[in-house]
């Protein structure tokens, strides 16, 4: 890894190499809790932003191809942070929902209570 970002930093730029080696690791962060699941999720995760990034960049003169790049795993980062199935801002706030829902209905005296449950 080190040898990747000695050798980027003259091509590509510090930021973006940076960039290109810690968006895939923090999305398959979001989407696993495994070690070797996070490794292959984070490669593969690096590959397609680097070839749709590329294939963009080539369907569109003028687009360059390492921001690109960036731009697409950024992008993949976002719906990640949104929709993960366990650390997503949506799939926690579905699991609160309910919770504050009991709360709410508690607080208001519309619960059940204790005494009506038997």
Known sequence: MLGVAVIG?????????????????????LLTRRLATMVVVSALLGAASAWIGSAASAARPGLPTGPTIVLVASAVFVLALLFAPEGGIV???MRRAPAAQRRAGAMTGRGRSMSAAG
Do not use: E, K, Q, S
Not at 9 to 29: F, K
């Open 91 to 93: 799939a926690r706030a």
């Open 9 to 29: 930093l003259g091509a590509v730029g510090a930021l973006m190499v940076v960039a290109l080696m810690v968006i895939p690791a923090a999305t398959a962060r």
